[in-house]
């Protein structure tokens, strides 16, 4: 039996030796290879905090002790060491979550996964501890180097500093990356530190000294290293980042170093007031695949062989990513008017082939989304069309910005949402839902959701043409899949993707749910249900065709993959309204709930969000037996006979 079979709490950890602890943390890499590569999931960040969670949970006590991760996806080893060794179904329905989760266990507190947030949540969690008089419990919050290059982190620190009288301490993972390398400032003045030789110059010639003169000047040199941490980061000006925050400082310590983390955390535990323990860790610690891999290091894989680090899965369509990707390059090179901007996700929102060809025109500014809106606005301002590159889970945090910096100042700035609608094994805080729902309020959007890969070339290009007010393009994970083509176009834009000589339903597919909406109508047909099936492209404003479609027909069914509350089925039933049509609309889309981890299908279907369910409402709406009824044929045509309903689809 290895060590990491035994280990069923964080304290089954108090038994073992520094020897066995780093026996211990070379079980847990050999096991997080050998699992994630079965299932895919964040494996190089999860790889390089492996020393650092053991010293953690062996020297502060969980849950007692609030451990608050940034982000999250680098929790895998913090699940594994409270009692979740099965890994059989990471990231799938029924598996465990690839990030935090309460209803798994009372170790983990914050579930969210959008970064910078943890200082502000360690700040209201170390304040409630003290004004309820629970003052001998600690919080910990884990921060990447990445993460403080997001706005609220210094908010946070700005409070912490105010009040010196908390059991906090802040751990910083400083391994140079969020995505891919970590920029800015910030970055730079860290860079410096992490490889300045003076510093470890410094504390290795000291620590030689003392371990000549035996074991009672080791014990002192133990004793005293935490106010010659101070001095030694103050004479290598260390702290020069720090100094104004009034914080304790350690480091920078070795994260891969077990007896290094325990003493470091040890003298964090006991200063008794806010303290930052800066560490230099390696992303990918320990595995020459992701080590080597210049991209991100393996921050997210999918089914790989544990070996070669070469993925195991079939190749297929183009994914949409790449598909912009491209497109961006063309018309960047067209239009010289056109700059990229992303917030730490350069590669995974396709800007890096711009990148590479424009490496000026393209800005990256760390994980800073309020920040990037803000600055497209002011680049629209001075003769420029911005690219806001995504994912669209994270445009949430910029709405503030999206309606009183670019639409209230009417900038041409483009949006594009990578990851939106239901993205599958991440989790409640990475769908891509809201997006639809919030954004359609900002007066002057425009809103496009192409529906495969030529639509969205064709509607990227409409996007950064426009030039006095906010355009934004959403797309989902994956594969772009199956082209549907338009049997004909309509004059404001919507295509028109299947005709029946039967005006009794119109079905009105927003993105890629036009082949569900293609499906639910062939299913109509079987029933003698006509129905004609469009995709408006662009989605915000309503175009008029869709109101005067809606007219001719006995019920509207619209089909999205955001939120129902809000979204574009709403919008389109109160446009009818505002234009004096009574044709019933059903809304078909996400219930307004945090979604579960699972397969796209999975949550589909949870919803209620597939072709035969879709159909065995609609047919029940036309026949007059659920709600919203569709209208009643005109007299001429009150037979009702062509309609044969299969007994079974019916119930």
Same mark, same amino acid.
């Given at each position: 039996?290895?060590?990491?079979?035994?280990?069923?709490?964080?304290?089954?950890?108090?038994?073992?030796?520094?020897?066995?602890?780093?026996?211990?943390?070379?079980?847990?890499?050999?096991?997080?290879?050998?699992?994630?590569?079965?299932?895919?999931?964040?494996?190089?960040?999860?790889?390089?905090?492996?020393?650092?969670?053991?010293?953690?949970?062996?020297?502060?006590?969980?849950?007692? +002790?609030?451990?608050?991760?940034?982000?999250?996806?680098?929790?895998?080893?913090?699940?594994?060491?409270?009692?979740?060794?099965?890994?059989?179904?990471?990231?799938?329905?029924?598996?465990?979550?690839?990030?935090?989760?309460?209803?798994?266990?009372?170790?983990?507190?914050?579930?969210?996964?959008?970064?910078?947030?943890?200082?502000?949540?360690?700040?209201?969690?170390?304040?409630?501890?003290?004004?309820?008089?629970?003052?001998?419990?600690?919080?910990?919050?884990?921060?990447?180097?990445?993460?403080?290059?997001?706005?609220?982190?210094?908010?946070?620190?700005?409070?912490?500093?105010?009040?010196?009288?908390?059991?906090?301490?802040?751990?910083?993972?400083?391994?140079?990356?969020?995505?891919?390398?970590?920029?800015?400032?910030?970055?730079?003045?860290?860079?410096?530190?992490?490889?300045?030789?003076? &510093?470890?110059?410094?504390?290795?010639?000291?620590?030689?000294?003392?371990?000549?003169?035996?074991?009672?000047?080791?014990?002192?040199?133990?004793?005293?290293?935490?106010?010659?941490?101070?001095?030694?980061?103050?004479?290598?000006?260390?702290?020069?980042? &720090?100094?104004?925050?009034?914080?304790?400082?350690?480091?920078?310590?070795?994260?891969?170093?077990?007896?290094?983390?325990?003493?470091?955390?040890?003298?964090?535990?006991?200063?008794?007031?806010?303290?930052?323990?800066?560490?230099?860790?390696?992303?990918?610690?320990?595995?020459?695949?992701?080590?080597?891999?210049?991209?991100?290091?393996?921050?997210?894989?999918?089914?790989?062989?544990?070996?070669?680090?070469?993925?195991?899965?079939?190749?297929?369509?183009?994914?949409?990513?790449?598909?912009?990707?491209?497109?961006?390059?063309?018309?960047?090179?067209?239009?010289?008017?056109?700059?990229?901007?992303?917030?730490?996700?350069?590669?995974?929102?396709?800007?890096?082939?711009?990148?590479?060809?424009?490496?000026?025109?393209?800005?990256?500014?760390?994980?800073?989304?309020?920040?990037?809106?803000?600055?497209?606005?002011?680049?629209?301002?001075?003769?420029?069309?911005?690219?806001?590159?995504?994912?669209?889970?994270?445009?949430?945090?910029?709405?503030?910005?999206?309606?009183?910096?670019?639409?209230?100042?009417?900038?041409?700035?483009?949006?594009?949402?990578?990851?939106?609608?239901?993205?599958?094994?991440?989790?409640?805080?990475?769908?891509?839902?809201?997006?639809?729902?919030?954004?359609?309020?900002?007066?002057?959007?425009?809103?496009?959701?192409?529906?495969?890969?030529?639509?969205?070339?064709?509607?990227?290009?409409?996007?950064?043409?426009?030039?006095?007010?906010?355009?934004?393009?959403?797309?989902?994970?994956?594969?772009?899949?199956?082209?549907?083509?338009?049997?004909?176009?309509?004059?404001?834009?919507?295509?028109?993707?299947?005709?029946?000589?039967?005006?009794?339903?119109?079905?009105?597919?927003?993105?890629?749910?036009?082949?569900?909406?293609?499906?639910?109508?062939?299913?109509?047909?079987?029933?003698?249900?006509?129905?004609?099936?469009?995709?408006?492209?662009?989605?915000?404003?309503?175009?008029?065709?869709?109101?005067?479609?809606?007219?001719?027909?006995?019920?509207?069914?619209?089909?999205?993959?955001?939120?129902?509350?809000?979204?574009?089925?709403?919008?389109?039933?109160?446009?009818?309204?505002?234009?004096?049509?009574? @044709?019933?609309?059903?809304?078909?889309?996400?219930?307004?709930?945090?979604?579960?981890?699972?397969?796209?299908?999975?949550?589909?279907?949870?919803?209620?969000? @597939?072709?035969?369910?879709?159909?065995?409402?609609?047919?029940?709406?036309?026949?007059?037996?659920?709600?919203?009824?569709?209208?009643?044929?005109?007299?001429?045509?009150?037979? @009702?006979?062509?309609?044969?309903?299969?007994?079974?689809?019916? +119930?």
């Amino acid at each position: 039996m290895g060590l990491l079979e035994t280990i069923s709490g964080p304290r089954d950890l108090d038994g073992l030796s520094n020897q066995q602890l780093i026996e211990l943390a070379a079980e847990v890499r050999a096991f997080l290879v050998s699992e994630v590569a079965k299932t895919g999931g964040h494996l190089g960040p999860n790889l390089g905090v492996v020393e650092m969670t053991i010293a953690i949970h062996r020297v502060f006590e969980s849950p007692r +002790d609030a451990i608050v991760f940034d982000t999250g996806h680098q929790t895998y080893v913090h699940k594994m060491l409270t009692g979740r060794q099965d890994f059989s179904k990471l990231r799938q329905r029924g598996g465990l979550a690839g990030y935090p989760q309460r209803a798994e266990s009372v170790h983990d507190i914050v579930e969210s996964s959008h970064a910078s947030s943890s200082l502000s949540w360690a700040d209201g969690i170390s304040r409630a501890f003290e004004i309820t008089g629970q003052s001998d419990r600690h919080v910990i919050a884990v921060v990447g180097d990445g993460s403080l290059t997001g706005g609220m982190t210094w908010e946070a620190l700005n409070n912490i500093s105010d009040d010196n009288t908390r059991r906090l301490i802040i751990v910083v993972n400083d391994n140079g990356r969020s995505y891919a390398p970590t920029i800015g400032g910030m970055a730079r003045f860290l860079n410096t530190v992490r490889t300045r030789k003076s &510093y470890r110059a410094a504390y290795l010639t000291s620590r030689q000294a003392f371990d000549h003169m035996g074991a009672p000047a080791r014990a002192f040199f133990r004793g005293v290293r935490g106010g010659l941490h101070g001095f030694l980061a103050r004479v290598t000006n260390n702290e020069a980042l &720090y100094s104004n925050l009034d914080i304790k400082y350690i480091g920078p310590v070795d994260g891969h170093d077990m007896a290094a983390m325990l003493e470091a955390l040890r003298q964090a535990k006991g200063y008794g007031a806010p303290v930052i323990v800066h560490t230099i860790t390696q992303k990918g610690k320990g595995y020459d695949p992701a080590m080597q891999d210049e991209a991100d290091q393996f921050h997210a894989v999918g089914q790989i062989d544990p070996e070669t680090g070469e993925s195991t899965e079939s190749a297929g369509a183009p994914s949409w990513t790449s598909v912009f990707a491209d497109e961006l390059l063309r018309l960047a090179t067209l239009e010289e008017r056109i700059v990229g901007i992303t917030a730490a996700m350069l590669r995974p929102t396709g800007l890096h082939k711009m990148a590479e060809r424009f490496p000026d025109r393209v800005h990256d500014v760390g994980i800073a989304e309020q920040h990037a809106v803000t600055s497209a606005a002011g680049l629209a301002f001075g003769g420029l069309h911005p690219v806001v590159a995504l994912y669209a889970t994270f445009i949430n945090r910029a709405f503030d910005q999206v309606l009183m910096d670019v639409a209230l100042h009417k900038a041409g700035v483009t949006f594009v949402l990578d990851r939106a609608g239901v993205t599958g094994p991440d989790g409640p805080s990475h769908h891509g839902i809201w997006d639809l729902a919030i954004l359609q309020v900002v007066p002057g959007i425009r809103l496009a959701a192409p529906r495969d890969s030529i639509r969205l070339r064709e509607e990227l290009e409409e996007a950064v043409k426009v030039d006095d007010g906010p355009t934004v393009l959403r797309f989902p994970k994956g594969s772009t899949g199956v082209e549907f083509d338009a049997i004909r176009r309509l004059d404001d834009g919507v295509d028109v993707l299947l005709e029946s000589s039967q005006n009794d339903v119109l079905i009105v597919t927003v993105g890629p749910m036009a082949g569900m909406g293609l499906d639910v109508a062939q299913r109509l047909a079987a029933q003698g249900i006509g129905a004609t099936v469009v995709d408006p492209r662009w989605v915000v404003p309503v175009p008029k065709s869709i109101i005067g479609l809606a007219a001719e027909h006995r019920i509207v069914v619209t089909i999205e993959d955001g939120i129902r509350v809000g979204g574009i089925g709403t919008r389109i039933r109160q446009d009818l309204r505002e234009a004096g049509v009574d @044709t019933a609309v059903t809304e078909l889309g996400l219930p307004d709930e945090f979604l579960d981890h699972g397969t796209r299908a999975e949550i589909l279907e949870h919803a209620g969000l @597939t072709p035969q369910h879709i159909a065995r409402d609609v047919v029940a709406m036309v026949l007059g037996s659920k709600i919203p009824h569709a209208r009643a044929l005109p007299a001429d045509h009150t037979d @009702t006979g062509s309609i044969t309903v299969n007994r079974a689809q019916k +119930d």
